[in-house]
């Protein structure tokens, strides 16, 4: 019987333990989405968790709209990422990288102006925040077909300028209403091409960067990120589970390492399912390692592994304030609480300043 604390092999990478760092924006880069110092620190506190999926990392401008959030286009940011990956490196963990396109939620006002990609002609519900505060969401375009070459190959350059940084491999965002989930999800997905209407159609993008992905980095190096039971800035499917069990069955055939999904519980703390969790089903269809993630505490992930319905689990919010947190787990030490009002900010207050607990961790220290 597995447990949290015991290795295990992820494709190509070998992990100390089974409790593993979510990725969590933090809008700590600059203006022009280049990482900051402090970042290095940020992340090398976290290097006892067997794995850190970094924040979500802009392919390019035209996918990026957060303000503060970093990307990996330029030269610039992927040397601002080589000194993130060096330190949690030499602190003795291991960091993959979460690549990102928004579609449809980058607001005009990061584009110069330009109209956001998506899957079809729809606004996203609510409002964007940009450097000049609340916008609301604007019409996207639909991607044409002739514009997909040359998304794949931005998707193939975040990639290959992943690697020179350092990571030791890549996850691709498909989840939580970004561009891939815009595409596989039927309440934003009008099309009439080969990449709308049936379930395999819808999951044809996904497949295609997928393969992208893997053939610079590796399919054993390669991930895939994905929410089929909730509902995500107004993105949802009627049926998610038949869908999502054929996009686990086409990632299992590109023989990628890992897939996480992301599913709160119907009564959720941080988001909420519409329906039940579609991991069960996942699971049998999907051959490589597979990462839960939402509202887990150290009893219900430890029941999730021993039941086998899942090889790892991915932890965000207590790993904003626990840095040690595998210690802390595995010693029973009581959880900090982080402030929420500095989840998001520039500054230094609530990003590195979490102190470790005093109780010694032997799943890092010597």
Do not use: C
Not at 17 to 44: C, F, K, Q, W
Not at 95 to 122: C, E, K, N, Y
Not at 225 to 248: E, H, I, K, M, N
């Amino acid at each position: 019987m597995a447990s949290l604390f015991e290795p295990l092999r992820m494709g190509a990478i070998h992990l100390p333990n089974r409790i593993l760092m979510a990725p969590m924006t933090r809008a700590r880069g600059s203006r022009e989405h280049v990482p900051s110092v402090r970042m290095a620190d940020y992340y090398a506190q976290r290097a006892s968790a067997g794995l850190i999926i970094s924040e979500a990392i802009g392919i390019s401008q035209e996918g990026l709209g957060w303000a503060y959030a970093t990307g990996i286009w330029t030269a610039e940011q992927t040397a601002g990422w080589r000194a993130i990956t060096d330190a949690v490196h030499a602190a003795g963990g291991l960091i993959i990288a979460q690549l990102w396109h928004m579609g449809r939620v980058v607001h005009p006002s990061f584009l110069d102006g330009a109209q956001p990609v998506s899957s079809s002609v729809t606004t996203a519900p609510g409002f964007a925040h940009t450097y000049l505060g609340k916008q609301p969401y604007t019409q996207a375009r639909a991607l044409p077909l002739e514009e997909i070459p040359r998304l794949l190959e931005d998707f193939r350059h975040a990639a290959r300028n992943a690697m020179q940084a350092g990571f030791d491999g890549v996850q691709i965002h498909a989840a939580n209403g970004y561009l891939i989930d815009q595409f596989l999800r039927d309440s934003g997905n009008f099309r009439v091409d080969a990449y709308g209407g049936s379930p395999e159609n819808r999951v044809r993008l996904l497949r295609e960067v997928t393969e992208v992905v893997a053939d610079v980095v590796g399919a054993d190096r390669t991930g895939v990120r994905l929410t089929p039971s909730s509902y995500d800035q107004g993105v949802r499917d009627s049926d998610p589970t038949p869908l999502f069990v054929v996009a686990a069955t086409e990632l299992s055939k590109v023989g990628i390492a890992h897939l996480e999904l992301r599913e709160p519980p119907l009564n959720g703390t941080f988001g909420t399912s519409e329906r039940p969790p579609s991991a069960p089903a996942i699971r049998t269809a999907f051959k490589g390692t597979l990462i839960l993630n939402s509202d887990y505490d150290y009893k219900r992930a430890t029941a999730s592994i021993e039941a086998g319905e899942s090889d790892a689990i991915a932890f965000g919010r207590p790993f904003i304030a626990n840095p040690d947190l595998p210690g802390r787990m595995l010693h029973g030490t009581p959880l900090a609480v982080a402030d929420m009002a500095t989840w998001f900010t520039q500054g230094d207050d609530g990003y590195g300043d979490y102190p470790n607990s005093e109780v010694r961790n032997p799943l890092k220290d010597d």
